[in-house]
Structures are given as structure tokens and as C-alpha cells.
């Protein structure tokens, strides 16, 4: 049985890992290559030098398991790291759960920026810092990554230009004055800064923007200044390399509370976050010295896991990336402008849609209410407010503990709390005032959007 | 020489103090009774019964010097603490400093309604509930308390009613969401709920508010309800005992850095988060076993410990409080709406005034601008993002070391980060908009507020 005389366990700072975990050498099967648009031969670190330092770079590609974290950069986690992981009582309590299923949190928004985020904002900024930098560019959706980042420069004395994506540069005022503060310079995507952007508000004036749109931004203004890098929240192998500590620590603080989850859930955007909190876990079960189940969870609006296609595609709408594998909804298509902003992206990590390809990772999707409300009863019952985005896996933590309940089974559950939403109030009060809609996506705006993906390489 | 190889100490939930400290006892000389302001005689448990359990008041007047924390207690304080205690290596680097001028600061941002309100609204919610009571009214300025005060409630199964400020109201509208979330009901103050509140609109339509006018508010619908208490966030002894776990853990953390405080610092708008900081290293100097500075810091714009009066004054506006012997601007002072909200007081706890008045502690004023960028320099060097309150203490700090670097004097600051600033964005708003007033308060204006000071007892 578990520890039942705690809380949370809180690690030393000794204790925070000293080496990133890159699960691209445990996945199963050869991992397909990203192809060059245009040749469509696999992209080589050649390709991608006019977007990141070499360094960031050789970990993309990089196949050794274990990439250690310099000095620096654990200087910097040490501000807010180890977090803590919670045993999730309360909430327990709440749903009438009598011990036999027992939820577990690890906490994310504990960070200055208030999520998981800067686990690799820091270390992004640190490597461009080195490599002579002095610009970085980025997108956010609902903020979350942007702040992370602007935090992160100003520590390594970056400039730092965000592209938000509009419909949450609009709902999110506060997130942009947060920014602002770390010393960023912000602007509502599409803008009118770049040739992406007025190529959207063009053809689409009233353009809510989307993740797609904002990336083609950040990536022109990169791409054309040798002093600038560009720099992804999510997605890249390297980001959820960085996010592995959330796992990593994670595991050591399951063991000190003699438990062991039978199922891992996080929320899935672009997939760093999850991947952070997974794929520590799953590297037992590829190694066969674990069994567990895996569940990403996604919005109904923005269903990239569950309804999208598994297929070559661009992770931006403009069509300047490399094509990815992964499942996607079409790199032009622009999810509904639900709260979880961060959740809204076309795309998910390669590695990540590989271990739902697999059938190693299972894959679901909310609408927005109940999302909500499970938020709500976590709030009253734990205290700390989710972000939009992390309620979705706090809406299946509570499924997973009610459905044992119901089969009379045990079940230890272990969620990624991997942000606050306390630059999301606007999105409690819809919900609180009962003006939240649910915002499923279309059959018909899904095949459409499925029609404009790019050809495919043929069959060797 | 401290510890150089940590920055922050975070310790177990097994070193969350078991006992709060009351610092009655040792205060120096005999206390100053609170009156009965029609008697003038000292109030006794029974004047106070109308608004708070048995409990409370036996807190209020008890001159134990320890008080044990019930369980269900310290099992909400789980959550959260024991908060970290940091070393501002970035700060100080910052600063130019090179370790001779050492400052370290408590974080109780970390808590989930972001400040260090919860240490007391838990306990007063907890023994509310056990004395049967159905509802808790208070009143709120920057919305930290109320906020506090709703999560509480909502952990204990309480309704909760809070009269929050109007400016603050209007300033800060996702404080509101924040709280409906916990499942409070928010009021403007002044408002039409009340008595007091009509007497208020009646002779000032477009009254901003004040902390004064709110308690009123919040103490009619107690007093006149008898399933319904009031809850109040500062300047009461029981208040301020609940704030010593801030202290007692922090003497912990500085001990484990083995460092020792020269001066402890706070900002002061009841007196409650400071009193928690100081209380336990003040016990250590009142029984001779240390010598150090305090300093208490507070806004121009409401002066109340470096240009009030030491006098017999009401807690309240409309005078239905006992008088309590402190300093004060005047109880109809009405300060100038600064962003600083929950310092907008025009009185302080009498423990602390007390500790002013015997010479045992300093006080020093700012106004919002150098306030404002302390806290920007802050958030760019150590991430954090400071509330406009503690952004006071923050700036003393920063003035602290570089006095004693300018003297070539080794000095070690200690001040408490009472709480983060997510929710006052629009302060940061303006100062970074550059729209940030300054608003000393008027000589001629004090001078009014003090001539509506209550008749003052007679020598005897």
C-alpha cells in the first residue's frame, strides 16, 4: 500500500536530473525521417541551420539516450525545480473514491511562467546564448509558451519577439503585458509584420490565427536575420527531450510514495508536455520492465489524435517547414477559437503520434464543458486553478478513477498539472456564466482541410 | 560564509510548524486593551461574540505563546507548504553585488490563491465550521484575501460572501472570476447589500472604496445574521499569530543556509503577512537572544506607520468596530486608488504598531514608481512575478543592499514575497505604458482625515 501520511512529495534540488531522457532510441520500429519539401529527401542538420544553433540541432537528431543538462541551464531550473507531485486527495474525497483508485499530480505551475514550458525555454535560450544569438522568435497560442520564452531571454540577456496567435492575443490581455514585462516585444498573428501574415490577411481579414500561422511567422523573420534564431515550444524532438524532468522526477517521487501508476495522462497540443511526462515512464515499458497504459488527451475543436490523418505534413500553415510524420487535421486548418489555446494546433510531436500509431498510446478527446467543469471540482477540492489546457487530462483522471470505480477495479492514476490558469479567467467566467459552447469539429471542415495536405513521398 | 550551493531550501511537509507563535507575551510594556466605543471600556470576549466563534476571540485575547495548529489544519497547509525560502542570486548579480550584501526572500506565491492570505483564512474557516456557523463575510481590497477566504471555504463547505473594494473591483475583474471559481459571491463596495454601503452612496455616488467602508459592510451582515460570521484578513492577533508559520519556517531555511538575517523586511497594509515574517526572528530580539533591524514598508499614498497618529481609532469606517489603539490616518481616510490595493488601510494590527512605537521597528513609505520598477527588475533577474504589495518590501530590499554596499558593509536582507502579481497585470500595464501616477498623500488631507479621529480615553 501506499504512502498514506503525505501530501506531496517535494524533492531536494540535489535531486533535480542532471540528463535529459530522448526516447528516439527506444521507439519502435525505424523512426521516419522528415523530408525536405521540395526534394523530398530526408532533412539533414544543413537544412535546419537557418532556424537553430547547431547545438539544438545535433540534440534534434540526436540517438543517444541520455543528453546532459549544463550548468547553466540546472542554475536556472533550480529557481523552481524539483516540483512537486501531488497525491490528489482532496479531489479523491470529492468523487466519493475510497483509496482502491488513487489520482496522483505532478504540479508544472509552480515555474515563474506558470507551466511546464520553461523546462525548455531556458535551455533554448542558453544554447542560442552560446552559439552568439541576440534575437529569438516564436509563436504562442494562449500565451503560456511565449511567456516562457521572454522569461528565459531576459535571463540569458535575449531579445525576444512573440507572435501571438490573435484569437488569444485578444481573450489574454494580461499574458501580453506578462510578457512585455520580462522585456518581450508581442504582436496579434496574422500581423502585418511579415509576408505570411499579410498573405493571411489578404485572402482571410477577420483571420482568428492559429499555432500553424503564427510558426510561419516567427520562422520568415529568423530565416532572413543571421543574428536571430527561431525557437518551438513544442513538437521538435529536442523540446520534448528538455520536458523529460517533469517525468524524470516524476518516477523518483512515485517511488518515495510506494506507488505505481497503471496509467499516465497529459493534455496533447503539440505534445511536449505530455512527452515530458510520459516518456520517462514508457522507456520501462519499451524496455519491457513495466506495463502501463498511456492516455493523451485532446479537444474536441482540435482533434489531431483522434480524428486526424497519419501522414506527411507541414508544421506550419505557410508550408515552410520540413514535412513531419505525424497525425494532423492539414497545416491549413484553423481550429474553432476554444479557451485551451494551447491545445489548438493541426500537428503533434513525431515521436508522440508514433507511440499512438504504435498502439502503445491511447488517444481522447473533451468538448469544453465538461473540460470545465472538472476544472471547477479540482479548484474547490485541491485548491490550484488548471489551465484550460491541463483540465483536459483532469477531466480523464476523473474519468479513469470513476470508470474503476464503477468496474470495482483498482487504478492508480497519474496526471501532468502541467500549467495554472490564472491568465485564463475569461475562459472560468464563459464557463461560470454558462456561455461556453461546444466546438466539436465539422466531418465536412475536417475532410476539407485533409485535402490540401501535400503529396506524399512514394513507396520506395 | 553561507551555504553557496543551493539557491532555494524547500523543507518536508514534515517540518510545517505544529504550533503557531503568539507574540503577546513578549511584547514589550503591557498591551493597550481595545475599547468599547460607547463605554470606553475594554471589550471583552462577549462584545465580540456577534462576529466571530469562541474560538477566535479566545485566539484574540489568549496570551499563550504558543498555539497548537489543528489537523484538518495543517492538512490544507499541506498543500502548499512549507513555501521555499531563496537566495536572490540573480537579483543580486543584478545589483552588481558580490556576496557581502546577501538577500534572500519567502515565497508564498506558491499557495493556491497566490498569496500568504490562506495561512489564516484555512484556521478561520476550519474553526467557523466546527462552531457551526453556515457563512463567512468579508471584505477584500486587492482581492488576495477574498480570495483566500473562498478557497477556504470551499475546503471546508462553507458559503462566503465578500465585499471586495471598488477600485479593486474594477481593476481587477479576473480576482472576481478567481473567486466565483472557489464558488464565492463578490460584491462591489460600496454597495446596495448594506446599510453602510447606502450611507456611503448616499453622500458619495462615485466612491472608490476603501478597506475601511468594506469591513463596515461585511461586519453588518455578521452582525445581524447568527449563522453567519466575519472573517477578517489582517490586523487582528489572531490574524497575525495564524502569518508566524511564515516566520518559524523561515528561520529554519535561513538556518539551513546557514546565514543569519541583519534586517527582515515586509510591506505593511493591515500588518498581517509582515507580522507572520517578523514575529518569530522579533521573539528571538524581545528575549534577547539576537540582535536585528525590521523594517516595515508601505505606499505614500497611505502613510499610515511614517505620518499617522498613534491614537484610539475604529477598524471601520462607519465606527462599528472596537477602537483599537494603533496608528492611523483617520478611520473615513479614503486613500487614492494605488495599484497596491491590499495596503490601501488606514490603520495597522496594534501588535505591530506597538513594536513602531517602541522604536523596535522602522518604517519607510514609496511611491508606485520605483515601487513598480523594483518589481520589473526583480521578475527579469529571479522570474518571479511580485504583487504590487510586496513589490514595496522588494523595493526596501534592493535600497537595503545597495546602501550597505555604498558603506562597504556585509548585510544579510531577508524580506517576504507575500504573493505573485498575475492578477494585477494592469498595474503592470500602466507602469510599463509609463501611466503610473505618483500619489503622496497631501499634508492638508491628513490633517482633515485626523480631525475625525473617535474621543481618545482619559489618563486615569
Given at each position: ?5 503525505v501530501?506531496k512529495?517535494?524533492l ?16 519502435p ?23 537553430f544553433?547547431e ?14 543538462i ?55 535560450a ?9 534575437r ?27 507572435f ?35 498573405n ?13 500561422i ?14 536571430t ?39 496533447v ?15 520501462d ?6 506495463q502501463?497504459?498511456?492516455?493523451a ?32 487535421l ?14 489548438r ?18 488517444a ?51 496526471f ?18 454558462g ?20 503529396p ?5
Open positions: 500500500m501506499p504512502r498514506d501520511d501530501t512529495i517535494v531536494d534540488e540535489s535531486e533535480i536530473p542532471t540528463a535529459w531522457y530522448n526516447i528516439l532510441p527506444d521507439l520500429g525505424e523512426p521516419l525521417p522528415p523530408l525536405h519539401p521540395g526534394t523530398m529527401e530526408p532533412v539533414g542538420p544543413a537544412d535546419l541551420a537557418p532556424l544553433p547545438s539544438l540541432i545535433m540534440q534534434e537528431v540526436s540517438t543517444d539516450r541520455w543528453i546532459d549544463p550548468g547553466p541551464v540546472l542554475d536556472v531550473y533550480r529557481l523552481w525545480r524539483p516540483s512537486p507531485l501531488y497525491r490528489a486527495r482532496r479531489l479523491e474525497q470529492s468523487l466519493g473514491l475510497a483509496g482502491k483508485q488513487r489520482i496522483y499530480y505532478k504540479w508544472e505551475g509552480v515555474s515563474p511562467a506558470g507551466s511546464h514550458k520553461p523546462n525548455t525555454a531556458v535551455p533554448q542558453y544554447y542560442n546564448k552560446e552559439a552568439g544569438i541576440r529569438l522568435t516564436t509563436e504562442t497560442g494562449a500565451g503560456q509558451w511565449g511567456s516562457a520564452l521572454s522569461m528565459a531571454c531576459a535571463m540569458f540577456d535575449l531579445e525576444c519577439e512573440v501571438m496567435v490573435k484569437v488569444s492575443f485578444d481573450q489574454k490581455p494580461y499574458r501580453r503585458v506578462l510578457m512585455r514585462t520580462w522585456g518581450a516585444t508581442v504582436h496579434a498573428s496574422p500581423s502585418k509584420e511579415t509576408q505570411a501574415g499579410r493571411i490577411l489578404e485572402a482571410s481579414p477577420d483571420s482568428t490565427g492559429s499555432l500553424g503564427a510558426i510561419s511567422e516567427a520562422v520568415e523573420i529568423a530565416a532572413q536575420n543571421d543574428d534564431s527561431y525557437a518551438l515550444g513544442s513538437v521538435l524532438n529536442h523540446v520534448c527531450t528538455h520536458q523529460t524532468v517533469i517525468g524524470l522526477e516524476a518516477k523518483k517521487q512515485m517511488e518515495a510514495f510506494e506507488d505505481k501508476p497503471d496509467v499516465v495522462i497529459g493534455c497540443g503539440g505534445g511536449s508536455n505530455y512527452a515530458g511526462m510520459s516518456y520517462p515512464f514508457a522507456m515499458v519499451l524496455n519491457d520492465n513495466a502501463m497504459r498511456f492516455l488527451v485532446e479537444p474536441e475543436a482540435c482533434p489531431t489524435l483522434t480524428r486526424g490523418t497519419y501522414a506527411y505534413d507541414f508544421g506550419d500553415t505557410a508550408g515552410t517547414t520540413p514535412l513531419m510524420p505525424m497525425y494532423t492539414g497545416h491549413d486548418f484553423v481550429p474553432a477559437p476554444v479557451h485551451a489555446g494551447g491545445l494546433y493541426h500537428g503533434d510531436a513525431p515521436s508522440l503520434c508514433g507511440l499512438v500509431k504504435a498502439g502503445m498510446y491511447e481522447k478527446a473533451y468538448a469544453q464543458v465538461p473540460v470545465f467543469e472538472a476544472a471547477v471540482q479540482f479548484a474547490r477540492a485541491e485548491g490550484f486553478l488548471p489551465g484550460p489546457e491541463p483540465a483536459h487530462a483532469v477531466r480523464a483522471a476523473m474519468d479513469e478513477a470513476l470508470a474503476a470505480r464503477e468496474a470495482d477495479e483498482e487504478r492508480v492514476i497519474l501532468n498539472l502541467c500549467g495554472h490558469g490564472h491568465f485564463d479567467m475569461s475562459a472560468y467566467d464563459a464557463h461560470l456564466s456561455k461556453l459552447g461546444d466546438v466539436a469539429l465539422a466531418e465536412e471542415e475536417l475532410q476539407a482541410a485533409l485535402a490540401n495536405l501535400p506524399q513521398p512514394q513507396p520506395a
